[in-house]
T-cell receptor, first 114, second 111 residues
């Protein structure tokens, strides 16, 4: 079991739907991350939050909208996704945002776009 | 720039040793190593920092050659549980928290 909890584990949605992915950690970490991972590929960074503020956006399309309501919770709002957005979405956290900080990953949400 | 891992895949018998390499064309501040089993989260193994010591515990260790911008992960006396895909993640200066992962090395340990 990981200490970063992601829900739901699986999500199937149509291209016109709106849905949200949720990530929670109770380790007191102040940095949280969203990654996208395609099959047999490495995780690709999407967003980084530090102290609930968006620090890095890797030029992600606006159909993905992150939100960090508090230090324990990270959401990813999805709207009008494309079939190529089907992937495993991983959340991670670290004590703070820094190159010397291990990142702890959740099990991910497997997203399928019909 | 994505770091390059080698080999892409390796098959071992239990008890054999393996080395996985990670090279970058950029000046690195840190190298992180993760293992991901199929359908599971990547699990942090260790982190090496510029100017830091070689890390590791009994059977899994790693080194960081700052001059060559290369890191190597050493797995000794492999166990079945070592099977999975190993990723290095590299961090450069002034990119706080941003890791770029190599393409991965698939390791299979057979009985």
């Amino acid at each position: 079991d990981t200490e970063v909890t992601q829900t739901p584990k699986h999500l199937v949605m149509g291209m016109t739907n709106k849905k949200s992915l949720k990530c929670e950690q109770h380790m007191g970490h102040r940095a949280m991350y969203w990654y996208k991972q395609k099959a047999k590929k490495p995780p690709e960074l999407m967003f980084v939050y530090s102290y609930e503020k968006l620090s890095i956006n890797e030029s992600v399309p606006s159909r993905f909208s992150p939100e960090c309501p508090n230090s324990s919770l990270l959401n990813l709002h999805l709207h009008a996704l494309q079939p190529e957005d089907s992937a495993l979405y991983l959340c991670a956290s670290s004590v703070y945002r820094g190159q010397d900080q291990p990142q702890h990953f959740g099990d991910g949400t497997r997203l399928s776009i019909l | 720039q994505q770091p390059v891992q080698s080999p892409q895949a390796v098959i071992l018998r239990e008890g054999e040793d393996a080395v996985i390499n990670c090279s970058s064309s950029k000046a690195l501040y840190s190298v992180h190593w993760y293992r991901q089993k199929h359908g599971e989260a990547p699990v942090f193994l260790m982190i090496l920092l510029k100017g830091g010591e070689q890390k590791g515990h009994e059977k899994i260790s790693a080194s960081f050659n700052e001059k060559k911008q290369q890191s190597s992960l050493y797995l000794t006396a492999s166990q079945l549980s070592y099977s999975g895909t190993y990723f290095c993640g590299t961090g450069t200066y002034n990119q706080g928290g941003k890791l770029i992962f190599g393409q991965g090395t698939e390791l299979s340990v057979k009985p």
